[in-house]
């Protein structure tokens, strides 16, 4: 199961820490220096969710990051789910 986001594609992304030491200049020092570098992830806060879709009738359980929930509780399920395309559009009613 991977760390990804079906709304927004976010997924783990690799960044890093820089360790600093030493006095500062203003106090009489040399200034900071690096001395250390060590690679670390930023990962993806995913929750899986199991969202009412009104206009289908039914649930949808997505695996969404807490940006796309956001995302999902300001514009609606439907309209979020159909543009990231995890749903399929509902049919017309058959005319008589």
Excluded: H
Excluded at 10 to 17: K, N
Excluded at 32 to 60: D, S
Excluded at 69 to 96: F, W
């Amino acid at each position: 199961m991977s760390r990804t986001c079906e709304v927004t594609g976010r997924g783990t992304r690799v960044g890093g820490t820089i360790a600093r030491r030493g006095l500062p200049k203003k106090d009489g020092g040399v200034g900071l220096r690096t001395t250390g570098k060590n690679k670390r992830k930023f990962k993806v806060n995913v929750q899986k969710k199991r969202l009412w879709v009104p206009e289908l009738g039914e649930y949808v359980t997505v695996k969404l990051s807490t940006r796309a929930l956001r995302t999902v509780m300001k514009n609606g399920a439907y309209p979020t789910l159909l543009k990231a395309g995890l749903i399929r559009p509902k049919r017309a009613a058959a005319k008589s």
